[in-house]
């Protein structure tokens, strides 16, 4: 079970984003993900008047590594790490190690 999934909240721990927050928009690989406003790099494009694409410099998301990353918890306002457990019927869930709640609710 992977400890961090699309839609979750993270935050960054290390790089020049350190601190900053937002939700994983799209894992690739087993080691990168891409994080909603972090890690933003200018992308120059070339008009495509076929296609209708304008030109110009874009502003988006490059892949930062999981290892830069931490789930966010949002009742203590920390990055937290995540225990994956067992219930009692067998089936597997993902739980912040502080406390102990679930993370999938």
Known sequence: MKR?????NVIV???R???????VLRLLGKDRALVN???????????NPMAGVTGGILEQESPIHMSNLA????KSSKADKVAVK????????????SSGDRIDA
Not at 4 to 8: A, E, M
Not at 86 to 97: E, F, I, L, V, W
């Open 37 to 47: 406003n972090v890690n933003l790099v200018k992308k120059h494009t070339k008009p």
């Open 71 to 74: 789930i966010y918890n949002s």
């Open 17 to 23: 984003d350190k601190g900053k927050t937002g939700s």
């Open 86 to 97: 067992t219930s009692d019927d067998g089936k597997r869930y993902r739980a912040y190690r």
């Open 4 to 8: 961090i999934k699309k839609g979750d």
């Open 13 to 15: 721990l290390a790089g």
